[in-house]
């Protein structure tokens, strides 16, 4: 089945980096775009970041421009979120999910619909 | 910036139905997505592209869009629906969630 597979969370001081990574398995990998949504204790959705299928193509929130950089490895399946110049405001669950473009009259658009979330990983900011 | 604002909570009987609106400027000219969270789980895609149900969802499940509204409707609520909701849509290459919504049935 479709798996969405995140690592890399943990504790870490403001200012500090850290890089998460998601790892897929039960659909072509190469084919899908990604995103990034966290979501802080208690709090509403928000997304980070998308990903087009080749890479040629990324997007971000306004949020996390200049300190996160989004990327990804077609030939191992994964998704990475470096994260720099971390803030407690970062703190939070951050989500791996799969785009599932929108399509019309056989004419697709990226980004569309977030059809597959993962589990989560935790990312707490904090001396 | 673009936003989406959603009631904080609604209230429904079992068996009645529940309607959730999300209110942006021109929202009816943007593809909007609701998605469904239980506490502790991740979120799930319930409807895309403003009235589409992914395969595995029930058709109570349904959805609309035109104005500056989406609205989420959810036909003969059970137990079960009982979650937080939310729009989405996608505004110059960023993804805007709404402000979330609370299903409590009672």
């Known amino acids: 089945q479709v798996q969405l597979v995140e690592s890399g969370g943990g504790v870490v001081q403001p200012g500090r980096s850290l890089r998460l990574s998601c790892e897929a398995s039960g659909f072509t990998f190469s084919t899908a775009g990604l995103n990034w949504v966290r979501q802080a204790p208690g709090k509403g959705l928000e997304w980070v970041a998308v990903?087009?299928?080749?890479?040629?193509?990324?997007f971000y929130a306004d949020s996390v421009k200049g300190r996160f950089t989004i990327s990804r490895d077609n030939s191992k399946n994964t998704l990475s979120l470096q994260m720099n110049s971390l803030r407690a405001e970062d703190t939070a669950m951050y989500f791996c999910?799969?785009?599932?473009?929108?399509?019309?009259?056989?004419?697709?658009?990226?980004?569309?619909?977030?059809?597959?979330w993962g589990q989560g990983t935790m990312v707490t900011v904090s001396s | 910036s673009y936003d989406l604002t959603q009631p904080p909570s609604v209230s429904v009987s079992p068996g009645q139905t529940a309607s959730i609106t999300c209110s942006g400027d021109k929202l009816g000219d943007k593809y909007v997505c609701w998605y469904q969270q239980k506490p502790g789980q991740s979120p799930v895609l319930v409807i895309f592209q403003d009235i589409k149900r992914p395969s595995g969802i029930p058709e109570r499940f349904s959805g609309s869009n035109s104005g500056n509204s989406a609205t989420l409707t959810i036909s003969g609520t059970q137990a079960m629906d009982e979650a937080d909701y939310y729009c989405?849509?996608?505004?110059?290459?960023?993804?805007?969630f709404g402000t979330g919504t609370t299903v409590t049935v009672l």
């Open positions: 990903i087009s299928y080749d890479a040629t193509q990324k």
């Open positions: 999910a799969r785009d599932n473009p929108y399509c019309i009259n056989n004419n697709c658009y990226f980004p569309g619909a977030i059809d597959v």
């Open positions: 989405q849509a996608w505004d110059n290459s960023t993804a805007i």
